[in-house]
């Protein structure tokens, strides 16, 4: 399993683009980038996911470079809500004989401040 | 539409004990995973069940077991408790062998506390 690199802490002023940044220099062909959050107290949530090309959805951006060796998590307007540990992964997608588990880094602390 | 739910959400036990932790997915998913976090780290991958049987297990004793039943609902079952078993257990649901790949679900744990 390919492992991955984050910075342990960032800030980011409300309002502004929280730009999450992590390497996975050893990743396979067949292995998705996952991002999740874990907020104090709660369960990890799921937030985005891709192979090779850039996604979007109502939460996040996701952008991978063309050698997919590493990729940034993009909040377009980081809120105070915002503020928690924030987890890249790489994951072989379930399937002939892989579970897809998740294998957790320590992620990166990001507290956005008023 | 319900999401994982995990019971209890906060347990106190004491060295030598047992526990069981219990874990019902997402509708519509068929695994359910098992993860432990220990207090400041990410979580760590313990094992998963699908179709009743244990399919991957991560670097943990065999005091840790589990069962899933025919509802796909799961237990957590921890034998002779150590202090160091102290941590957030996480159930995760997801679908077996999804070639569509969705993410796996998280509840938001079991916090067990060893005395």
């Known amino acids: 399993d390919a492992k991955t690199t984050q910075p342990p802490s960032m800030d980011c002023a409300e309002g502004r683009a929280a730009n999450l940044p992590c390497n996975h220099s050893?990743?396979?062909?067949?292995?998705?980038v996952y991002w999740y959050r874990q907020i104090h107290s709660q369960g990890p949530q799921y937030i985005i996911h891709?192979?090779?090309n850039n996604e979007t959805n109502e939460m996040a951006s996701l952008i991978i470079t063309e050698d997919r060796k590493s990729s940034t998590l993009i909040l377009p307007h980081a809120t105070l809500r915002d503020t928690a540990v924030y987890y890249c992964?790489?994951?072989?997608?379930?399937?002939?004989?892989?579970?897809?588990?998740?294998?957790f880094g320590q992620g990166t602390t990001l507290q956005v401040k008023p | 539409d319900a999401g994982v739910t995990q019971s209890p959400t906060h347990l106190i036990k004491t060295r030598g004990q047992q526990v069981t932790l219990r874990c019902s997915p997402k509708?519509?998913?068929?695994?359910v995973s098992w993860y432990q976090q220990a207090l400041g780290q990410g979580p760590q991958f313990i094992f998963q069940?699908?179709?009743?049987?244990?399919?991957q297990r991560g670097n943990f004793p065999d005091r840790f077991s589990g069962h899933q039943f025919p509802n796909y609902s799961s237990e957590l079952n921890v034998n002779a408790l150590l202090l160091g078993d102290s941590a957030l257990y996480l159930c995760?649901?997801?679908?077996?062998?999804?070639?569509?790949?969705?993410?796996?679900?998280f509840g938001d744990g079991t916090r067990l506390s060893i005395l």
């Open positions: 069940y699908y179709e009743e049987e244990e399919r």
């Open positions: 509708s519509g998913h068929d695994t």
């Open positions: 992964i790489v994951r072989v997608a379930p399937g002939s004989g892989n579970t897809g588990k998740l294998i």
């Open positions: 891709g192979l090779k």
């Open positions: 050893t990743i396979s062909g067949n292995e998705y």
């Open positions: 995760a649901s997801s679908l077996y062998g999804d070639s569509s790949n969705q993410p796996q679900h």
